[in-house]
């Protein structure tokens, strides 16, 4: 089983400011079959970012996302006030594995 | 509107059984391999069941495997779980989402809680 670790476990920033979340993998992601997601309180999850680097559907462009084999990156350029949650990676290349997350807070 | 609507939460007493659905709305679901995914309160994702899109293969993380039975009824456009033996570190909100590669479409989730 791949095991995903996030760094860090919590991201403490003020709106404008810029998020780097890191995703290390315990060993290579097939053909960076990782993804990110978005979770708000009390919300399901929302699908980010697929293929370590492809935004999905109606996501701004402030959200890129980097790396292969087994280091990801989640950047998050300028945040805004709605960007305060919490991220997951995935890997979908084997099976599939979440991290533990990384929360993004209000400084 | 595509989207995943669970059911079938609540509370039950260790031991005990309770049965999850999803159904799809917006789309069909029998193309789709299909999965549940589970979040302690406080806690991250945890992934516990997948089923092909016709049903013939399913897995299962190690943590349900035995006491859980993930099923799919194509005709109804729905995905089950049938949760046997249940403990109270089941406890979670469990939520059905679709497999693209990525899950694309998640549930809102429904609450199970295990306790006495």
């Known amino acids: 089983e791949i095991v995903l670790t996030q760094s860090p476990g919590t991201l403490s920033l003020s709106p404008g400011e810029r998020a780097t979340l890191s995703c290390r993998a315990s060993?290579?992601?097939?053909?960076?079959?990782l993804a990110w997601y978005q979770q708000k309180p009390g919300q399901a999850p929302r699908l980010l970012m697929y293929?370590?680097?492809s935004r999905a559907t109606g996501i701004p462009d402030r959200f890129s996302g980097s790396g292969s084999g087994t280091d990801f990156t989640l950047i998050i350029a300028r945040l805004e006030p709605e960007d305060f949650a919490v991220y997951y990676c995935?890997?979908?290349?084997?099976?599939?594995?979440f991290g533990q997350g990384t929360k993004v807070e209000i400084k | 509107q595509v989207q995943l609507v669970e059911s079938g939460g609540g509370v039950v007493q260790p031991g005990r059984s309770l049965r999850l659905s999803c159904a799809a709305s917006g789309f069909t679901l029998s193309p789709y391999t299909m999965h549940w995914v589970r979040q302690a309160p406080g806690k991250g994702l945890e992934w516990v069941a997948v089923?092909?899109?016709?049903?013939?293969?399913?897995y299962y993380a190690d943590s349900v495997k035995g006491r859980f039975t993930i099923s799919r009824d194509n005709s109804k456009n729905t995905l089950y779980m049938q949760m046997n033996s249940l403990r109270p570190e089941d406890t979670a909100v469990y939520y059905c989402a679709r497999d693209v590669g990525p899950f694309d479409i998640w549930g809102q989730g429904t609450m199970v809680t295990v306790s006495s």
């Open positions: 060993q290579s992601v097939s053909s960076s079959y």
């Open positions: 995935q890997q979908y290349g084997s099976s599939r594995t």
């Open positions: 293929g370590a680097s």
């Open positions: 089923i092909s899109y016709d049903g013939s293969n399913k």
